[in-house]
């Protein structure tokens, strides 16, 4: 309505200062200042704050730090955990057991003058099951009462953010995810080091990065004080084919016949696994061809029934034996 007016007056050929002047009259009227802000010396005149509900500390779960223009805040993540499996494995049981007794020596920490935290890396071919043990681990530290903080390319944030959160909870233990650390170092190097290194260090911390790609990382990020412990992840163990295909397959077919499958997929990690499913239950293709593509990356199954045929006809040129043999063989 005001601007309608201000239009109607210049069309009237109303003097222009005039209408600066109103304009700055009509800006003032709608201000609303209900309170002060105290910044050390100064009180800053602010608005009417809505009714806002204050908590004194964070709830048990996953956060991504972000920042905007007011600062710091933590945002809730979620991230899937149906298909989370717990079997037997000595590199799955090392880690969390190395992970579960560090949080339980702060003193010990403390007793000799050094910072709470430990970083540990996983590493190798994609698809080994390295998401699957950091799902584990984050799980674990969500029971406990505990916090996870996922870290993105926007490190420098993560620092901040491990700040403010030491300011209204000084001893809350916190997980923090690197997840393809190789990525987030190719893209801020230096904020990864000050995440580590900076003058304000954080006690109560665990940093888990993982890698497909460890030749990937520079020494100085690979170096003890940083990350002290490297572990590499191969491929599941029988134990953990048959969990996965377990979880997939409990409801169509029997126990021992998963078994089997468990067998014949020896040496596949996940992600084959995944693939084995999908070519031979979804896509209804032979479990052999499938095996056999994924294993080879041949992607016809004849191949298998060429290489037969081949081997047969190159007996049958260099035997010299009867007719008998002859057939014997093409009938083998």
């Known amino acids: 309505m005001e601007n309608k007016k201000a239009v109607k007056q210049i069309l009237e050929g109303k003097d222009a200062l005039d209408l ?93 003058g050094m910072t709470h935290k430990r970083g540990i890396i996983l590493y190798g071919d994609p698809g080994t099951g390295k998401s699957c043990l950091t799902k584990m681990v984050i799980e674990d530290v969500i029971k406990d009462g505990n916090l996870v903080f996922i870290s993105s390319r926007s490190s420098g944030v993560l620092t901040e953010g491990l700040k403010c959160l030491r300011d209204v909870e000084p001893d809350r233990k916190v997980l923090v995810v ?65 969990a996965y295909l377990n979880t997939k397959l409990a409801e169509i077919i029997e126990d021992g016949r998963i078994h089997q499958l468990a067998e014949k997929t020896k040496g596949f990690n996940f992600s084959q696994l995944r693939e084995f499913l999908i070519g031979s239950f979804c896509l209804g293709d032979p479990e052999d061809k499938v095996i056999h593509r994924i294993r080879t990356g041949n992607e016809s199954y004849d191949v298998i029934e060429e290489s037969k045929m081949d081997q047969k006809l190159n007996a049958l040129r260099e035997s010299k034996s009867s007719k008998s043999k002859i057939k014997q063989i093409l009938n083998s």
């Open 178 to 242: 690197l997840e393809d650390i190789d990525e987030i170092v190719s893209y801020n190097e230096h904020a990864i080091l000050e995440l580590f290194d900076g003058d304000s260090q954080t006690d109560n911390v665990l940093y888990l990065g993982t890698t497909n790609y460890l030749d990937r990382l520079p020494p100085r990020i690979l170096r003890t004080g940083r990350f002290d412990r490297k572990l590499e992840i191969g491929n599941p163990p029988l134990e953990g084919r048959k």
């Open 20 to 112: 600066i002047q109103d304009s700055e009259e009509i800006a003032t009227k709608q201000r609303v200042y209900t309170q002060y802000v105290v910044e050390k010396n100064t009180c800053r005149p602010i608005p009417p704050i809505p009714p806002m509900k204050l908590i004194e500390a964070l709830k048990p779960g996953i956060y991504n730090v972000n920042s905007d223009i007011n600062g710091i805040y933590y945002e809730t993540h979620r991230i899937k955990t149906d298909e989370l499996l717990r079997f037997s494995d000595s590199r799955y049981e090392e880690t969390l057991n190395e992970i579960n007794k560090f949080w339980g020596l702060k003193e010990q920490f403390d007793k000799f």
